[in-house]
């Protein structure tokens, strides 16, 4: 089921901070910022060759990742995206296996144009993962 690691993705408190990092510290090429609003974030793509880190900045009220910067002001690791071939097989598959889909377990549509699913963190080791179809 599970195909390549799409994305890394770190929420950080201050964007334009951590494309300033990865773009002038760590020399990385950096995506213009790209607001999702239905997904609450403001988000930038680090491409590093063999996958991409995913930078996060709450957009909005009730963002999905404020409470995780509550809790860790400073940033970190948010999700791990996996691609796969199939969403909705990938997802019947998981949820017969008992794995937790999270929101109403339809697909949306996410950052790069593509279907999307959440898997509960609490299934997979203490790691949200996000499936994207590949
Ligand atoms: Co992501």
Redesign the pocket.
């Known amino acids: 089921m599970l195909g390549r690691l799409n994305?890394v993705?770190l929420a950080v408190p201050d964007l334009t901070t951590a494309v300033t990092a990865y773009r002038d510290t760590l020399g990385a090429e950096v995506t213009e910022p790209q607001a999702l609003p239905e997904h609450g974030v403001t988000v930038v793509f680090v491409n590093v060759g063999n996958t991409k880190i995913?930078l996060l900045e709450p957009l909005g009220e009730g963002s999905p990742i404020a409470a995780f910067l509550a809790k860790s002001p400073s940033g970190g690791m948010h999700?791990l995206?996996y691609e796969v071939d199939d969403i909705l097989a990938a997802r019947d598959q998981l949820k017969a296996s008992g794995a937790r889909v999270l929101g109403d377990g339809n697909p949306r549509i996410?950052?790069h144009g593509k279907p999307v699913l959440f898997l509960h963190p609490k299934d997979f080791f203490g790691t949200l993962i996000?499936l994207e179809q590949s």
Do not use: L, P, T
């Open positions: 994305h993705a995913e999700h995206c996410g950052a996000e």
